[in-house]
C-alpha cells in the first residue's frame, strides 16, 4: 500500500477519536447529566477490580464494559495519592475516573477503526473500501448522543468491525470448506458481541448463512454459546436470572422483558415503524436497492455464482431487517446500532455484486467515486449534527451547572432531601445512591463507604414512588436535628413537593414545615428549599 494510503486511512480514526474527547469534554460531569448506565457499569467495575467476578449487573451483559472500569480505575488509582483508600478514591472522584474510562474506550474503538481500514484494504486491494468501513460507527444518529459518555453500545462497532473483515475475508477466499480457525474466528467475534450486548443477537445470522455445512454451522453455533461464557463469565454465578430474563424480553411487548405477556402491540408496532421509516429514507432507499441487486444477481447469474457473497450479503440484509422489527417492537433507537453498524458491508457486498454484473473496465474507478461522493455528502450531514447536538448538550450542561455551583456553597454537615429528575443531579450524593442500589452484593463492601461519604442524603425515587436511604430511616432524625436542612426537587410542581415531603417525612405534618425558597432555576426547572420545623 502506497505511504498515502496510510494516511488518509489515519484520517477518520483520528476524527473519531477528537469527536469523543470533545464530546467527553462538553459533558465533563456525568453525575450531574447521566448517572444511567454510567454509575451502573463504575459500581460493577469497580467490585469486579476488587477481584469479584459475581457482579450484580449482568442484563446487558456488558461484561466487556465491566472489565475495562476494572482495569482503568485500577491504573488511574495507581497515578493518585493513596491517603484516600481506593474504593473512597474512584466514588469521590467518580467522574474522574469515569471521563478517564470514557477516554479509553474512544482510544480502542479509533484503533481498531484504523485497523480494520488498513486490513479491509488489504483483503480487497481497493483503499476506498478501506475507507468505508472506517465509517461504521458513523451511520448512526445516536452516536453523538453517546460518544462522550460510557454505555456498552460505544463498543459495539469492535466486533461489527472483526465481522466485517470476516465476511469480506471468506467471500474472496476460494476455499470449499471452512478451517476450524475461520469457525472460532466467527464464534469468538459473536461471543464478544453478545457479551456487550444482546442487540448483537441476529447478527450471528450472517455467519450461520455464510458458513456450508450444518455441521459446521452447529460447532459454530456452540462455539458462540461458549465463547459467550467466557466474555462474560459472571452471567454463570446467575444463569436462572440471565435465560429468564431473556425470556422476557421476547415474549413481554414492555421494555426490558416488561409489559403484558402479549409479544407485541400491533398498533404501537406499526406506529413505529412508520416512525422508523420516514426517518431513516436513505437507510430504506439502500437496503431495497441491494436487496434488488441481490435478486438481480441470483437470476443472472444462477449458473455462476458467488454463494458466500449472495449468502453474506443476504444475512447483512435479514439481520438489517430484524433490527428494524425489533425497533418497531421496542422503539429503542440504541437497538438499531449493530445493524446500522452494517451499512458500509452491505454497500461494499453490493458494488462487489454489482461488478460482476457489469462487464466494465473502468467499474472500480466509478465505484470509488460514488464512495467519495458519498463521503463527502455524508460528512456535510454529520457536521451538521454535531453542531446540533454539541450546542444542545451545552447549552444543557450550562443550565445545569449553575444549580451544581450553587450546591457546593451549602454546609458539608447538612441534611439534604433529593428528589431528582432520574437522570443526573447537582447532588454527587444522587450518584452515590444509584451506585448503591445497583452494587448488589457488592454493597456488603461499599455500603459503609456510601455512609461515610454522604450520611445524611435521603432520596425520592419518582419513578419508582419510594424512598431511598443508607440504614434505617426516622423521621426525627431530620427534624429534631440542629443541622440545616435542605429540600431539592428538580421537575418542580406543588404537587410533587408534597408527595416528596410526604414519603420522606412520614408522620410528619406538612403544614408544620416551614419551606424558604433559596435557589431556582428557571432552565431547568429545579428548586431548591431551607426547611425548618415548628
Given at each position: 500500500?502506497?505511504k498515502?494510503?496510510?494516511?488518509?486511512?489515519?484520517?477518520l480514526p483520528?476524527?473519531?477519536?477528537?469527536?469523543?474527547?470533545?464530546?467527553?469534554?462538553?459533558?465533563?460531569?456525568?453525575s450531574?447529566?447521566?448517572?444511567?448506565?454510567?454509575?451502573?457499569?463504575l459500581?460493577?467495575?469497580?467490585?469486579m477490580?476488587?477481584?469479584?467476578?459475581n457482579?450484580?449487573?449482568?442484563?446487558n451483559?456488558?461484561?466487556?464494559l465491566?472489565m475495562?472500569?476494572?482495569?482503568?480505575?485500577?491504573?488511574?488509582?495507581a497515578?493518585?495519592?493513596?491517603?484516600?483508600?481506593?474504593?473512597?478514591?474512584?466514588?469521590?472522584n467518580?467522574?474522574?475516573?469515569?471521563?478517564m474510562i470514557n477516554?479509553?474506550v474512544?482510544?480502542?474503538?479509533?484503533?481498531v477503526?484504523f485497523?480494520a481500514?488498513?486490513?479491509?484494504?488489504?483483503?480487497?486491494?481497493f483503499?476506498?473500501?478501506?475507507l468505508?468501513?472506517?465509517?461504521?460507527?458513523?451511520?448512526?444518529q445516536?452516536t453523538y448522543?453517546?460518544?462522550?459518555?460510557?454505555?456498552?453500545?460505544?463498543?459495539?462497532?469492535i466486533?461489527v468491525?472483526l465481522?466485517?473483515?470476516?465476511i469480506?475475508?471468506?467471500?474472496?477466499?476460494n476455499?470449499?470448506?471452512?478451517?476450524?480457525?475461520?469457525l472460532?474466528?466467527?464464534s469468538?467475534?459473536?461471543?464478544?458481541?453478545?457479551?456487550?450486548?444482546?442487540?448483537f443477537?441476529p447478527?450471528?445470522?450472517?455467519?450461520?448463512?455464510v458458513?456450508?455445512?450444518?455441521?459446521?454451522?452447529?460447532?459454530?453455533?456452540?462455539?458462540?454459546?461458549?465463547?459467550l461464557?467466557?466474555?462474560a463469565?459472571?452471567i454463570?454465578?446467575?444463569?436462572v436470572?440471565?435465560?429468564?430474563?431473556?425470556?422476557d424480553?421476547?415474549?413481554?411487548?414492555?421494555?426490558?422483558?416488561?409489559?403484558?405477556?402479549?409479544?407485541?402491540?400491533?398498533?404501537?408496532?406499526?406506529?413505529?415503524?412508520r416512525?422508523?421509516l420516514?426517518?431513516h429514507?436513505?437507510?430504506?432507499?439502500n437496503?431495497v436497492?441491494?436487496?434488488t441487486?441481490?435478486?438481480?444477481?441470483?437470476?443472472?447469474?444462477?449458473?455462476?455464482?458467488?454463494?458466500?457473497?449472495?449468502y453474506?450479503l443476504?444475512?447483512?440484509l435479514?439481520?438489517?431487517?430484524?433490527?428494524?422489527?425489533?425497533?418497531?417492537?421496542?422503539?429503542?433507537?440504541?437497538?438499531?446500532?449493530?445493524?446500522?453498524?452494517?451499512f458500509?458491508?452491505?454497500?461494499?457486498?453490493?458494488f462487489?455484486?454489482?461488478?460482476?454484473?457489469?462487464?466494465?473496465?473502468?467499474?472500480?474507478?466509478?465505484?470509488?467515486?460514488?464512495?467519495v461522493a458519498g463521503?463527502?455528502?455524508g460528512?456535510?450531514?454529520?457536521?451538521?449534527?454535531?453542531?446540533?447536538?454539541?450546542?444542545?448538550?451545552?447549552?444543557?450542561?450550562?443550565?445545569?451547572?449553575v444549580?451544581?455551583?450553587?450546591?457546593?456553597?451549602l454546609?458539608?454537615?447538612?441534611?439534604k432531601?433529593i428528589?431528582?429528575?432520574?437522570?443526573?443531579?447537582?447532588?454527587?450524593d444522587?450518584s452515590?445512591?444509584?451506585s448503591?442500589?445497583?452494587?448488589?452484593?457488592?454493597?456488603?463492601?461499599?455500603?459503609p463507604?456510601?455512609?461515610?461519604?454522604?450520611?445524611?442524603?435521603?432520596?425520592?425515587?419518582?419513578?419508582?414512588?419510594?424512598?431511598?436511604?443508607?440504614?434505617?430511616?426516622?423521621?426525627?432524625?431530620i427534624?429534631d436535628t440542629?443541622?440545616p436542612?435542605?429540600?431539592?426537587?428538580?421537575?418542580?410542581?406543588?404537587?410533587?413537593?408534597n408527595?416528596s415531603?410526604?414519603?420522606?417525612l412520614?408522620?410528619?405534618?406538612?403544614?408544620?414545615?416551614?419551606?424558604?425558597?433559596?435557589f431556582?432555576?428557571?432552565?431547568?426547572?429545579?428548586?431548591?428549599?431551607?426547611?425548618?420545623?415548628?
Open positions: 500500500m502506497k498515502y494510503g496510510k494516511i488518509l486511512l489515519i484520517l483520528f476524527f473519531y477519536l477528537i469527536l469523543g474527547f470533545y464530546f467527553n469534554q462538553v459533558i465533563n460531569m456525568f450531574v447529566r447521566n448517572v444511567d448506565p454510567e454509575y451502573v457499569y459500581t460493577n467495575g469497580l467490585y477490580s476488587l477481584g469479584h467476578l457482579v450484580h449487573h449482568i442484563d451483559p456488558g461484561t466487556p465491566q475495562l472500569v476494572a482495569v482503568v480505575c485500577r491504573i488511574v488509582y497515578f493518585r495519592s493513596h491517603e484516600i483508600p481506593y474504593i473512597e478514591d474512584v466514588l469521590m467518580s467522574d474522574l475516573y469515569l471521563n477516554h479509553v474512544i482510544s480502542i474503538t479509533a484503533v477503526l485497523l481500514g488498513l486490513i479491509v484494504t488489504r483483503l480487497t486491494n483503499l476506498p473500501y478501506g468505508l468501513v472506517q465509517a461504521t460507527p458513523f451511520y448512526s445516536i448522543d453517546i460518544i462522550g459518555r460510557l454505555t456498552p453500545e460505544l463498543l459495539i462497532p466486533p468491525l465481522l466485517t473483515i470476516m469480506l475475508k471468506v467471500v474472496g477466499s476455499e470449499k470448506k471452512f478451517s476450524f480457525r475461520t472460532l474466528f466467527f469468538m467475534i459473536s461471543g464478544f458481541g453478545l457479551s456487550i450486548k444482546l442487540t443477537l447478527l450471528l445470522i450472517i455467519p450461520v448463512l458458513i456450508p455445512g450444518y455441521k459446521d454451522k452447529g460447532k459454530f453455533l456452540l462455539l458462540s454459546i461458549i465463547s461464557f467466557v466474555f463469565i459472571p454463570l454465578f446467575d444463569l436470572f440471565f435465560t429468564t430474563w431473556m425470556k424480553l421476547f415474549i413481554h411487548s414492555g421494555h426490558y422483558g416488561g409489559g403484558e405477556g402479549n409479544f407485541i402491540v400491533w398498533e404501537q408496532f406499526f406506529h413505529n415503524l416512525l422508523f420516514i426517518s429514507r436513505f437507510l430504506v432507499i437496503w436497492i441491494s436487496l441487486l441481490l435478486f438481480v444477481y441470483l437470476v443472472i447469474k444462477r449458473k455462476d455464482l458467488n454463494k458466500r457473497l449472495l453474506g443476504a444475512g447483512v435479514i439481520v438489517m431487517l430484524s433490527q428494524i422489527i425489533i425497533v418497531s417492537k421496542h422503539y429503542e433507537y440504541r437497538y438499531l446500532i449493530p445493524g446500522l453498524c452494517l458500509p458491508v452491505m454497500i461494499i457486498l453490493s462487489e455484486m454489482l461488478k460482476r454484473l457489469i462487464h466494465f473496465n473502468k467499474i472500480k474507478s466509478v465505484i470509488g467515486l460514488l464512495i463521503f463527502i455528502g460528512f456535510q450531514k454529520q457536521m451538521h449534527s454535531i453542531r446540533i447536538r454539541s450546542n444542545h448538550i451545552s447549552n444543557e450542561m450550562k443550565s445545569k451547572m444549580t451544581k455551583h450553587f450546591v457546593e456553597t454546609e458539608e454537615d447538612a441534611i432531601l428528589t431528582p429528575s432520574g437522570y443526573g443531579c447537582p447532588f454527587h444522587f452515590i445512591m444509584i448503591h442500589c445497583w452494587a448488589g452484593r457488592a454493597n456488603e463492601i461499599f455500603l463507604v456510601y455512609k461515610k461519604l454522604y450520611p445524611d442524603t435521603y432520596h425520592y425515587f419518582t419513578w419508582e414512588m419510594r424512598k431511598k436511604y443508607w440504614e434505617e430511616y426516622h423521621t426525627s432524625k427534624t440542629d443541622k436542612v435542605y429540600f431539592y426537587i428538580a421537575n418542580y410542581s406543588p404537587e410533587l413537593v408527595t415531603l410526604s414519603a420522606m412520614p408522620g410528619q405534618n406538612l403544614d408544620d414545615i416551614k419551606k424558604e425558597l433559596i431556582e432555576n428557571t432552565n431547568t426547572n429545579e428548586k431548591i428549599f431551607k426547611l425548618k420545623f415548628r
